[in-house]
């Protein structure tokens, strides 16, 4: 049974940092495709970064230059890094794993940036 489990998300001032981290059981983050989506109120959930199975990393817009996707493969952990967070940045962030036509999501962490 695969499950994921954000953590890390919280309130921050603009301009803050905030560190999300996803642990996976019954799966690892190593030759898959994954990465993180974020949901604000009233919006569609958005991609924010996905790494491929060869390791090709794509970063949304909006966050490339401030955000940044690690993962640890023996802890089996998945880490998104928020740097210079901005009020547009607040929502509901997941975590999402893709294995051939299966697609895995956790519960959402939420963060909060205010001004």
């Known amino acids: 049974q695969v499950q994921l489990v954000e953590s890390g998300g919280g309130l921050v001032q603009t301009g803050g940092s905030l560190r999300l981290s996803c642990a996976a059981s019954?799966?690892?983050?190593?030759?898959?495709?994954a990465g993180w989506y974020r949901q604000a109120p009233g919006k569609q959930r958005e991609l924010v970064v996905m790494?491929?199975?060869?390791?090709?990393?794509h970063y949304a817009d909006s966050v490339r230059g401030r955000f940044a996707i690690s993962r640890d493969n023996a802890k089996n952990t998945m880490s998104l890094q928020m740097n210079s967070l901005k009020s547009e940045d607040t929502a509901v962030y997941y975590c999402?794993?893709?294995?051939?036509?299966?697609?895995?999501w956790g519960q959402g962490t939420q963060v909060t940036v205010s001004s």
């Open positions: 790494f491929s199975a060869s390791d090709y990393i």
């Open positions: 999402k794993v893709m294995r051939g036509p299966r697609e895995y």
């Open positions: 019954g799966i690892t983050f190593s030759g898959v495709v």
